[in-house]
């Protein structure tokens, strides 16, 4: 009669050790993942000073060399990309949808190697971060796309293109995307220091930049605002930084902000975006008329 009583009694210790280990193992699952969380929000607002901290020199001639031999390859696939998501988007049912995602992801690869045939000179830091960073998109680009060649066929093409935005592969490609972006204009900011010294050589933006305080920067200084605003809202486009700033300079222009209450360049930025009023080569039109003074390295994006 007394063995019953012991091996209830025993299940009940051993359910109750069971129980703590778990309990114990979830404390410190859940103190991992915190710290994780933690460490990744430090590193997000610790990586523009340890960008500053990114000396070197930028001579003009590896900014050219850089936009030749990085900037313009992934140019080729980011252009691609978006136009392929439009035709995704437009749900043709004669459309091909797997071979449209396949040509993605090779011509991602592609890229890849054209990017990555010449080193960046190694007293430009940042240029050879952003080219690192390129690089590890346009990989992250062809992992993503591969996933969803299969299947690509059997589900409408607007669905794909969904799917594709939220596959995670696709989602740090984007964000490497704008960080290489980000790295890019601040060399571009540094060249341009050196050929004027009233351009700071290095800028820490407030959280909210007002209008008056953008009325105040040059250009150098404005586009990488920029770049740190798409950056911190992942919003990957296929504009320049430079054709956002003109958009923003022709709204405090033509006294848009002030009829839209719009009183910090984030609020444009998101304005512009969402209703999709940013075209093609807005710079290169508006350049004469806005920034007939400012100083750029010699650059094709700034140039006919």
Request: glycine share 4%; aromatic share 12%; charged share 20%.
């Amino acid at each position: 009669m007394e063995k019953r009583p012991s091996r209830i009694y025993l299940f009940f210790s051993l359910g109750f050790i069971f129980m703590l280990i778990c309990a114990v193992g979830s404390f410190f699952y859940g103190l991992k993942v915190g710290t994780d969380r933690t460490e990744a929000k430090f590193d997000a607002k610790t990586a523009a000073t340890k960008q500053i901290k990114r000396v070197g020199t930028y001579p003009q001639q590896d900014l050219v060399s850089f936009y030749h031999t990085v900037l313009l390859p992934y140019r080729e696939f980011q252009n691609t990309w978006f136009e392929d998501m439009d035709q995704l988007n437009a749900g043709d049912p004669t459309t091909d949808n797997a071979s449209i995602v396949r040509a993605l992801g090779k011509l991602a690869d592609e890229q890849y190697k054209q990017a990555n045939q010449s080193a960046i000179n190694g007293t430009s830091p940042l240029l050879q971060d952003a080219q690192t960073n390129y690089l590890k998109s346009l990989k992250l680009f062809s992992t993503g796309t591969s996933k969803y060649i299969s299947k690509a066929n059997s589900i409408p093409g607007s669905l794909v293109a969904e799917q594709l935005a939220k596959d995670e592969y696709i989602k740090s490609a984007m964000n490497y995307t704008l960080r290489a972006q980000e790295q890019m204009y601040f060399a571009i900011l540094k060249w341009s220091s050196t050929m004027n010294s009233e351009i700071p050589k290095q800028v820490v933006f407030q959280p909210k930049v007002s209008i008056t305080e953008w009325k105040s920067y040059p250009i150098a200084v404005k586009n990488l605002l920029i770049t740190n605003i798409l950056l911190e809202k992942n919003m990957y486009q296929p504009y320049y930084p430079q054709d956002i700033t003109t958009k923003i300079d022709q709204m405090i222009q033509n006294g848009q902000s002030g009829e839209l209450n719009v009183q910090y360049i984030h609020q444009s930025v998101d304005l512009l975006l969402r209703t999709d009023a940013i075209k093609a080569n807005e710079f290169k039109k508006n350049k004469n008329r806005y920034y007939k003074d400012e100083l750029l390295p010699q650059l094709p994006f700034f140039y006919e």
